[in-house]
């Protein structure tokens, strides 16, 4: 059994979703003997406890190649990559690509980066009879026409497929893949246990995004980047005058930066930052939290899952389809336009309904853990027909 993906590379909703595939496996199959091939693999193997490999043979493959031979290790990287992958995928029954957005670029992307190793993940998968599943996927509509042909192909010869919301299952149907017996669950990091915190009366979660913008926005990354940061530094400050409690969060090691320029702009002992290193320790923070305003996918699903009221920055319809399926649809603000003032009644609106919106999140994280079993139960009845399941074998597909 081998699990696919930029994981154990400083992105904690990656991580996330590879724990809550890991805690299935390890409840539903102990016997499975699991590793990875996967972006951070020192991460994952001291973390999580399983053998891991580097996804990439080239090892600046995130750096910019600006040299004659940084090129020339890409491209030859690239080919022995070819190699590398079907080996790996060779040696494994299944292959389980965790969550994570594989199938869409929301955030720049190019299509020789992971849609290419992700295309030859699945075609090594068909080639040689391992089973690829992709499990709680998120999709978008794609412009680029190289990094959409390799999506496309990646996703037709994947064996199983699965998304987090509705809008990816329709993005793929878009673009020619056929979605009738493809299933839509919540995400896969409501599968992690609901932490226990201590009160902080009073503290406000601000979670923020190194954001620039998506793939088509490259031209105007520094623009989309400035006026984030500067409607979230006035927010901020704005929380400030107010007396409250700031707690800057992250969910990936780039957005270290935003933090560090919010910090310098409003100095003030009531804004301090977490170090929170997993995504359990985000839910931590945020289940303390009076309230939540976030940016990443993942902050948004972790303030959820605590059951903490919750705002969202938006940068991408996922975050809308999160919010709305949660029912706080009404609480999303655009983050390509942050508007301090209105970002601010947006807050107090949410704050005077924090009861309301406590019993509402308590109601739907209920309902998405029985979509989560009935996922899992279908994961084992396809991956793992002969194997024994503690999950009932009836269970269908949600949302067909």
Not at 133 to 154: N, Q
Request: hydrophobic share 40%; aromatic share 6%; charged share 25%.
């Amino acid at each position: 059994m081998g699990v696919f993906g930029l994981l154990g590379s400083g992105n904690l909703g990656n991580d996330g979703s590879l724990e809550a595939v890991l805690g299935y496996l390890r409840a539903e199959h102990p016997r499975a003997a699991v590793d990875a091939l996967c972006g951070g693999p020192e991460v994952v193997a001291s973390r999580y406890g399983i053998p891991a490999t580097r996804l990439h043979w080239y090892r600046g493959e995130y750096r910019t190649a600006s040299r004659l031979g940084a090129i020339a290790g890409k491209g030859l990287g690239k080919l022995v990559d070819v190699f590398r992958t079907a080996a790996w995928v060779r040696r494994h029954d299944v292959v389980i690509v965790p969550g994570m957005g594989v199938l869409e670029a929301t955030l720049p992307l190019r299509p020789w980066g992971f849609p290419y190793s992700l295309f030859l993940l699945c075609a090594s998968g068909r080639l040689l009879g391992t089973r690829v599943a992709l499990v709680g996927v998120g999709a978008a509509p794609i412009r680029d026409r190289p990094t959409r042909a390799l999506v496309r192909l990646s996703a037709r010869l994947a064996a199983y497929r699965s998304y987090r919301d509705t809008l990816s299952r329709d993005a793929m149907r878009a673009t020619g893949v056929d979605t009738a017996r493809d299933g839509v669950y919540p995400d896969l990091a409501f599968a992690l246990p609901t932490p226990s915190a201590a009160p902080s009366p009073g503290t406000v979660c601000v979670g923020v995004m190194d954001f620039h913008g998506g793939n088509d926005d490259r031209a105007r990354a520094e623009e989309i980047h400035r006026r984030y940061l500067d409607g979230t530094t006035a927010f901020v400050r704005a929380l400030v005058a107010d007396g409250r409690t700031v707690r800057l969060l992250t969910g990936d090691a780039c957005d270290a930066s935003v933090v560090e320029a919010i910090l310098d702009a409003v100095d003030s002992p009531l804004v301090t930052a977490s170090a929170a290193a997993s995504l359990a320790d985000l839910m931590k923070e945020m289940a303390a939290a009076d309230t939540v305003v976030a940016t990443r996918y993942h902050n948004l699903v972790c303030a959820l899952k605590a059951g903490t009221p919750t705002l969202a920055l938006s940068y991408a319809a996922k975050s809308d389809a999160l919010m709305e399926r949660m029912g706080l649809g009404a609480y999303c603000h655009p983050a390509r336009d942050v508007d301090a003032d209105r970002l601010l009644d947006q807050f107090r609106s949410l704050e005077k309904h924090a009861a309301e919106t406590r019993r509402t999140l308590a109601d739907r994280n209920e309902e998405a853990a029985r979509q989560l079993d009935r996922q899992f139960a279908d994961l084992t009845t396809t991956l793992f027909p002969s194997s024994p399941s503690t999950r009932p074998s009836t269970a269908r597909r949600e949302n067909r």
